[in-house]
């Protein structure tokens, strides 16, 4: 699958082309011109860990996110009850949100404490924590999608593989 993050002034957009040549694509409000979109950190904690069962992999599956969103923000609620939408096994997409939540850019959160505040994320959503959590290579593709980011001027697009 092939996404594409493009940064805009007051809004950001992801588009996607799947394997099968279905397209998708929804916008959300920019954190700035200097902050990575949550949406391309799911990606990047995504990415680097290979997970199969988290937000892009459901995309990569067909799941419409603008519409299920939209769905999500009128269901308000805790997020197993936001994305129901997604059927019971929602698991993978909590995971992803508590490790998409994590200060990865911050150096002076070590690894042991991001590894333990994943977990207590985890244990809030009331589902398992990744196993062996390689927090150096998260930070790795964070920071390199940060860079890139940073460097892509206004209206253009950071184009990726899904998943990878």
Request: aromatic share 8%; charged share 25%.
């Amino acid at each position: 699958m092939k996404v594409s993050f493009v940064k805009g002034e007051k809004r950001d957009r992801v588009y996607v082309l799947r394997e099968d040549g279905s397209e998708a694509a929804w916008d959300f409000p920019s954190y700035g011109p200097r902050a990575l979109p949550h949406d391309l950190v799911h990606f990047a904690v995504e990415r680097a860990l290979g997970m199969s069962d988290g937000v892009y992999a459901r995309v990569a599956a067909g799941v419409d996110l603008a519409r299920l969103n939209d769905a999500a923000n009128r269901a308000g609620g805790r997020l197993r009850e936001k994305y129901a939408g997604l059927g019971d096994d929602i698991d993978g997409v909590l995971r992803s949100e508590a490790l998409a939540a994590q200060p990865w850019l911050d150096d002076a959160v070590g690894d042991a404490s991001i590894a333990q505040r994943v977990r207590e994320a985890c244990a809030g959503y009331e589902i398992t924590a990744p196993g062996e959590l390689d927090v150096a290579a998260v930070r790795a593709e964070v920071r390199a999608l940060h860079e890139a980011w940073l460097a892509l001027p206004s209206g253009r697009a950071l184009a990726l593989a899904w998943p990878g």
